[in-house]
């Protein structure tokens, strides 16, 4: 269903926080009606988990936002495929061609596995799909173009590359207010660098060494920096300034900085006092995802990634919630405890939804739901809280004594922000069967089938042996679910 912006005469402004300034601004477009959004998505060496895919969650409710406010959205994410070293700091080496080594396969195989992964995850965690996928490796002749246009005034060249003077912009590192040697401790230490900000933007091949990526350049034949690609790509596909630039809280320190030097460079703007200097108005984070068992990291061996959700029974759409229940500026601690609970939120909400199916949805202008719809925008309008809008959301499901089409269009209207496909999924298929599991769903629903037989003929004794097969096979009956019996492996 298209979003449809609130039908209201006084609709709430879009509030959101920006990350260069650090304050709450109202959302004024360069371009009025239009929205122009850029996401800095995963270099597709490994896996995402979980703890990335947050950060694509906040997008997709940003960029839905920003569609039910009546804008036109143009959302860019981009997908790197080169120039990323195992240091997000401009050392080691290029996680792509390390990947590539460690498997024996070649760097676009790798490549395009793990952005179809990527891809995947994002279809099952219902986030849209942007206006363009930017592909680093289709954009190698333009970064060139970029760095040649800056290279005289902001560049100088070294044995291992071409690296950037941070002192020849102003308010260099501003969004991370790293503005001291000590800020930038993990820049790598390259001899010959003027200041120790400074970052390659263009890597020669070391002599008597050849990549799977490589490329002819001014410079020498070799690879762009990893920082060169984002500002490349979002001003060809956005055009500077652009509104909104999104990404991680770990972006803030260093990769987002360098991009706004490189957009500084550039579009020969001064400092940021103005943030629209930046290449970008409005910079925006979201926080990390905490897990404290420490199998955040990639280099846990079995580290927190979606599929191993659904290998143990959790739908990615309970995860989707559990992020929602959270600001996106705020730590989110992750459990199993917590994405269970979320899960259980997320089926009482579809329960609710089931008993509109079948309705058309009509006005939206129902008096009784007036004030819930009004909570829900101003809610989302004010910096994307989506904890309070979910309770707008449910207070529409439970209200009684209302239509029900008008129940229906205002629940769609608020379910196309947060994204939860209330419409679209039921209760049973949020139930996934473990990995693990030693019996099958239809074998689980043949045994209740013939519990309720034995419970209607008042065969107790068979109702509880039949409830024990299935409690030690895992499976929990829960008899008390008021639509029909439930169960859950355990």
């Known amino acids: 269903m298209p979003l449809m912006p609130p039908r209201m005469t006084d609709a709430p402004t879009l509030t959101l926080f920006n990350s260069l300034t650090r304050k709450l601004e109202p959302f004024v477009p360069v371009h009025p009606g239009e929205a122009r959004v850029y996401t800095c998505g995963p270099t597709v060496y490994n896996y995402p988990h ?20 009546g804008y036109r959205l143009t959302h860019v994410i981009n997908i790197t495929d080169v120039g990323h070293l195992t240091d997000d700091a401009d050392a080691g080496e290029d996680k792509m061609e390390k990947m590539a080594r460690a498997q024996a396969q070649s760097i676009w195989d790798i490549a395009a596995h793990y952005t179809q992964a990527y891809w995947a995850d994002i279809a099952a965690l219902n986030i849209r799909q942007p206006a363009k996928w930017s592909i680093a490796t289709d954009y190698v002749p333009q970064m060139i173009a970029f760095a040649e246009k800056i290279a005289d005034r902001h560049c100088y060249e070294l044995e291992s590359g071409l690296y950037f003077d941070v002192s020849t912009v102003a308010d260099y590192g501003r969004l991370a207010r790293a503005v001291t040697e000590e800020g930038e401790s993990r820049i790598e230490a390259v001899e010959g660098k003027r200041n120790a900000a400074d970052f390659a933007i263009w890597r020669k091949t070391p002599s008597g060494e050849k990549r799977q990526m490589e490329w002819d350049s001014p410079w020498g034949r070799g690879a762009p920096g990893w920082h060169l690609e984002c500002s490349v790509m979002s001003g060809d596909l956005l055009g500077f300034p652009f509104d909104i630039h999104t990404g991680g809280i770990d972006h803030r320190e260093i990769h987002h900085p360098n991009e706004i030097a490189q957009n500084q460079a550039f579009c020969c703007t001064n400092g940021l006092d103005i943030p629209a200097n930046s290449g970008v108005k409005v910079w925006m984070h979201n926080n990390f995802l905490v897990e404290r068992s420490g199998k955040m990291s990639k280099s846990s061996g079995e580290f927190l990634r979606l599929q191993l959700l659904i290998d143990k029974g959790y739908h990615p759409l309970g995860y989707r919630m559990m992020c929602l229940q959270a600001h996106y500026r705020s730590e989110l601690e992750f459990s199993w405890e917590g994405l269970a609970a979320a899960l259980v939120r997320l089926k009482r909400m579809i329960m609710a939804a089931e008993r509109l199916a079948g309705v058309e949805a009509g006005d939206a202008g129902h008096p009784k739901l007036a004030p819930m719809l009004e909570a829900f925008d101003t809610a989302i309008g004010e910096d994307l809280n989506t904890a309070v809008a979910l ?10 004594k209302v239509d029900a089409g008008a129940k229906r269009a205002v629940v769609e209207r608020m379910d196309a922000v947060l994204g939860l496909g209330l419409f679209a999924t039921s209760r049973t298929t949020l139930r996934l069967l473990p990995k693990a599991a030693v019996i099958t769903e239809a074998e689980i629903e043949d045994v209740l089938l013939r519990r309720k037989d034995a419970r209607a003929q008042k065969d107790f004794a068979t109702s509880d042996a039949l409830r024990d097969e299935l409690a030690a096979k895992g499976v929990e009956v829960m008899d008390g679910d008021p639509l029909g019996w439930e169960w859950k492996l355990g």
């Open 50 to 69: 979980i703890g990335n895919m947050r950060a694509y969650v906040f997008a997709d409710v940003l960029g839905r936002t920003l569609s039910y406010k």
């Open 391 to 400: 309770t707008a959301l449910e207070d529409a499901l439970a209200a009684k």
